[in-house]
């Protein structure tokens, strides 16, 4: 186990990321407190997901930058070393071939840092909104 020095949280891992402290309450505050260098990134997936998707709510839902309409439609996440991008599995399936420059695994798409493609981030959330591919809120 390992605790951070800062909050004395407990991890499995090794200097877990996580929040120290109180959780941020809207996405821009996630974004601002990420590194510095992060988060240039993380502000272009937002404005990208906003143009996509206009009528969705921006909302922080598992501690993450969510867009949400009467369900989780996607969510995005500063890591170490890339971007957490979480349209479901069926979104990683359906663009499979459009995904083949990036680590994917279930539901994720791991964008590493200066290689966001917002056409692309775009695309994948209008489908995931289009077909309601989206979890149910619970």
């Given at each position: 186990?390992w605790?951070?020095?800062?909050?004395g949280?407990?991890?499995?891992?090794t200097?877990?990321?996580h929040?120290?402290?109180?959780?941020?309450?809207?996405?821009?505050?996630?974004i601002i407190?990420?590194?510095a260098e992060?988060?240039?990134?993380?502000?272009l997936?937002?404005?990208?997901?906003?143009?996509?998707?206009?009528?969705?709510?921006?909302?922080?839902?598992?501690s993450?930058?969510?867009?949400?309409?009467k369900?989780?439609i996607?969510?995005f996440?500063?890591?170490?070393?890339?971007i957490?991008?979480?349209?479901?599995?069926e979104?990683?399936?359906?663009?499979k071939?459009?995904?083949?420059?990036?680590?994917?695994?279930?539901?994720?798409i791991?964008?590493p840092?200066?290689?966001v493609?917002?056409?692309?981030i775009?695309?994948?959330?209008?489908?995931?909104?289009?077909?309601?591919?989206?979890e149910a809120?619970?």
């Open positions: 186990m605790k951070c020095p800062k909050c949280k407990e991890f499995k891992n200097n877990q990321s929040f120290c402290g109180e959780k941020p309450k809207t996405i821009e505050e996630y407190r990420q590194d992060k988060q240039a990134d993380l502000f997936i937002r404005q990208a997901l906003r143009q996509a998707l206009p009528e969705a709510e921006e909302r922080i839902s598992w993450m930058p969510t867009y949400w309409k369900h989780n996607l969510h996440a500063a890591s170490k070393k890339h957490g991008f979480y349209p479901g599995p979104a990683v399936v359906e663009f071939e459009e995904l083949k420059k990036y680590k994917v695994d279930k539901g994720t791991r964008i840092y200066g290689n493609d917002t056409y692309l775009q695309k994948i959330a209008r489908w995931c909104w289009d077909t309601e591919n989206h809120e619970t």
